[in-house]
């Protein structure tokens, strides 16, 4: 009976705990759809590892775990979501296949390279496309490249990382 008691007790105070959490992370997006994720993941040398997450009134969180979690809020221009969204297009991303790693869509294969996760939603669609950078060697390839890279140019030209 005991045991039953400190069960229910435990699961109600961690129900409480993911509402709250629900709760703070509701209240840093508003209701405002999310637009583009980008994630880079590390590889086994230590690259650092984020995630920027860019939402449709422009607001935008950072997530950088070089070493610690730490999240943080900016804003881009309107004009400047355009022209991401523009790339996107150009890219082609929303026909792109939603998987890019050895054995799936890859002329070549480079060992020990990063991970990359983009979300996007544009056009009333959106996909997600896995790419482990080490796989190349198509034009679908190259043009994922391209794309994270302005991106990173993005990030980098916002100061959106430390």
Known sequence: ???TIIVLILFCVCS???ENETK???D???LHQLLIKFEKQENQYGYPAYAVEIYSDGSVIVQNRGGSLETKKA???K???DGLSAEFDRAGF???SG???EGDNCKTIITHEQTVTIFYYGGGANKTIYHYLGCQGTDETEGLRQLEKGLEDFIRTEKLLD
Do not use: D
Request: aromatic share 4%; glycine share 8%.
């Open 94 to 96: 929303l026909n792109l």
């Open 16 to 18: 409480c705990r993911v």
């Open 24 to 26: 703070k992370s509701g």
């Open 1 to 3: 009976m005991k045991i």
């Open 28 to 30: 840093l997006i508003g």
């Open 75 to 77: 804003a881009v221009e």
């Open 99 to 101: 998987r890019y790693v």
């Open 79 to 81: 004009s400047r979501l």
